[in-house]
């Protein structure tokens, strides 16, 4: 990934860089945003959080792993992680945007050039993504890019003394010459 990034629609998805450390902070520290995602994303936020995951030991920030750049700001973050073995043909989408800027379909337009572009470069015959039963928005997000709903893991995440189903989404493509 080149330092300057994909452009769409009033962001920019480009690499992380340790001066993103006070907006990733801002964006971060919030419950609210925490909830719908992995336990790898804590709550509190706090700088050690932050400075781990700049510094690469949260999660490979080899992978495509992106921040969402909002006004010069890193305000969110979208990546995927391949599977390895017989499924590194396969990855894993996940993303989050500070809540100052949802509901404006900011992370419908970040999926929708995220996801060709990553499965163009990694080669996919698939992209799937995990969503928490409650998580509509993260749902829509997914739907409006064509991801489609194949099944429910029923009772898979037990995350802060609630137990919750795991809806599971995924585009394919059969060919890699197809379009996605
Ligand atoms: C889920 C999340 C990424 C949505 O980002 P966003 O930029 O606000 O989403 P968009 O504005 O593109 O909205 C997409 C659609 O979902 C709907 N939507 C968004 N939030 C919603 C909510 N809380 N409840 C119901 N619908 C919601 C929007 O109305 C829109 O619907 P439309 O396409 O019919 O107009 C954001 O809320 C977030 O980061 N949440 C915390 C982290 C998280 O849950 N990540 C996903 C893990 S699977």
């Not at 890193?74 to 989050?96: K, Q, V």
Request: charged share 25%; with cysteine; proline share 3%.
């Amino acid at each position: 990934m080149a330092e300057a990034g994909l452009r769409g629609e009033g962001f920019v998805l480009r690499p992380w860089r340790e001066a993103d450390l006070e907006s990733l902070l801002a964006h971060a520290d919030d419950e609210q945003v925490a909830r719908g995602v992995s336990d790898r994303f804590p709550s509190p936020y706090t700088r050690a959080d932050g400075e781990a995951f700049l510094a690469g030991r949260v999660v490979d920030l080899a992978d495509p792993v992106l921040a969402i750049e909002i006004d010069g700001q890193a305000c969110g973050g979208i990546g995927a992680r391949p599977g390895t073995g017989e499924r590194a043909h396969s990855a894993e989408i996940g993303y989050w945007l500070g809540r100052a800027h949802w509901g404006k379909g900011t992370m419908t337009r970040a999926v929708s050039v995220f996801a060709p572009w990553v499965m163009r470069e990694l080669a996919l015959y698939r992209l799937h993504a995990t969503v928490l039963g409650f998580n509509i928005g993260s749902a829509q997000v997914l739907r409006r890019n064509g991801f489609l709903e194949e099944g429910v893991q029923r009772a898979a995440v037990f995350k802060r003394g609630v137990l919750h189903d795991l809806r599971v989404f995924a585009k394919v493509r059969r060919n890699l010459d197809d379009d996605h």
